[in-house]
């Protein structure tokens, strides 16, 4: 079984340009994992600039620039 990449609390940068439409990219943060659907993981994800949360496939999400920064400054 594939394990999720990013955790709950984890800041991550949405990429709103995959899939068939446009979508609000910006940064956000994990919600909550979401069971597969296929091989694709799920996350439910919020912006603290929306009032919803949303869903997103992992290959939708890549690393926030400030978790990058973290885990450089941990290293």
Known sequence: ???HIYS???QVSFDG???TYLK????????KLLPPVGA???Y????EGEAHERVAIE???HVAE???SIVAAGS
């Open 59 to 61: 290959q939708e999400l």
């Open 24 to 31: 609000r990219a910006g940064a956000f943060t994990i919600t």
């Open 44 to 47: 439910r994800i919020k912006s």
């Open 8 to 10: 709950v609390g984890q």
């Open 17 to 19: 340009r995959v899939g």
């Open 1 to 3: 079984m594939t394990k």
């Open 40 to 42: 694709e993981l799920q």
């Open 66 to 68: 400030s978790e990058k």
